[in-house]
């Protein structure tokens, strides 16, 4: 306990004159932060006149560009860090829902991320709960060839300790178990649809994924508990080669300009909204950060370099780009 105590003091102590080193410096980055920001401004410029953030795309490019330009009117040291991959983007989405063929009808959804280029199945919907693995094992037999109507979260009412899974994840299962494509129920209320990716790995799964909303998966869900519903999916998306940019705002170290310290986000979002919050507040914040090192003219021993990446969103494409360059 003695040691433990010594140890306690010596940790506070280290504290105390951490605080009484950098004191200055952070009163100076509170001050200028709290009265010259311009992260909410320039996300709001640039939500309102680009939009979505899309990697490979022309608003993508257009985000990249304002991006640099922005840090460029600091005064920062910008460079683009091209790379290019291989991207998914969605076209055409359909999906119709029905008691049998001739009575199906128009249900809005999305394609989540990295279904196949093309799709047109039509099929019996089965119920497949939260789409855990516990939820196919009772009747493996039942999802062969069927569409898996899937429940985002965890159902209100299941098992206590039940296990939410990502829904890449319970994409894998239902196809591990044959179905032949999967309805994901969103858990937001309102209709509000969910555009995330369906790939554990990022690459093009086997078959077709969409979301619809709350209210419409629900009301899907009592209606099978007393009769048949089909499910007709067709989709069209593209998947292939992109050329996308990180921007990378550099200030070279002191005294080991070789080591480097990445402050990093990701700048680019999905289609169908203007990705404000993911990651709209965290990269513009990120550039705000670069603009109060440049404003205040701090001078670190390291180099730090103020990173924003490009195509997180389907795979930490930017990250890895960067990465594999630095090598």
């Avoid at 005294?255 to 990651?279: C, F, Q, R, Y």
Wanted: aromatic residues 8%; charged residues 20%.
């Amino acid at each position: 306990m003695k040691y433990l105590f010594s140890a306690a003091i010596i940790c506070a102590a280290s504290f105390a004159n951490a605080q009484d080193k950098f004191g200055e410096v952070f009163t100076k980055i509170n001050t200028e932060v709290q009265q010259n920001s311009k992260a909410y401004q320039t996300l709001k410029y640039e939500t309102e006149t680009i939009g979505h953030r899309l990697t490979g795309s022309e608003n993508g490019a257009k985000a990249e560009q304002y991006a640099y330009n922005l840090l460029k009117s600091y005064g920062c040291d910008v460079k683009f860090q091209p790379f290019e991959v291989e991207s998914w983007s969605r076209k055409t989405i359909n999906v119709e829902i029905g008691a049998d063929n001739n009575s199906l009808s128009k249900v809005k959804a999305v394609t989540l991320a990295h279904s196949p280029v093309a799709a047109n199945i039509t099929g019996d919907i089965v119920d497949a709960g939260n789409g855990l693995e516990v939820d196919y094992q009772a009747n493996p037999a039942k999802f062969k060839g069927k569409i898996a109507l899937i429940y985002l979260g965890v159902l209100p009412g299941s098992p206590a300790g039940a296990k939410s899974l990502h829904r890449s994840e319970k994409t894998a299962i239902a196809t591990k178990y044959g179905a032949s494509g999967v309805i994901i129920i969103n858990t937001v209320k309102n209709g509000v649809l969910l555009t995330g990716t369906a790939s554990v790995t990022g690459k093009l799964i086997t078959i077709p994924a969409v979301c619809i909303g709350l209210e419409d998966g629900l009301a899907l869900k009592e209606k099978l508990k007393s009769q048949a519903q089909v499910a007709h999916i067709e989709m069209t998306n593209f998947s292939g080669l992109i050329k996308a940019r990180n921007v990378i705002a550099t200030f070279k170290g002191t005294e080991m300009p070789k080591d480097k310290i990445v402050v990093g986000g990701h700048l680019d979002s999905w289609d169908l909204a203007t990705g404000a919050i993911d990651n709209g507040i965290g990269s513009f914040a990120i550039m705000d950060m670069a603009r109060t090192f440049k404003k205040l003219n701090f001078k670190t021993k390291r180099t730090v370099e103020f990173v924003l990446f490009m195509g997180e969103e389907q795979g930490l494409l930017g990250s890895k780009a960067y990465v594999e360059q630095a090598k």
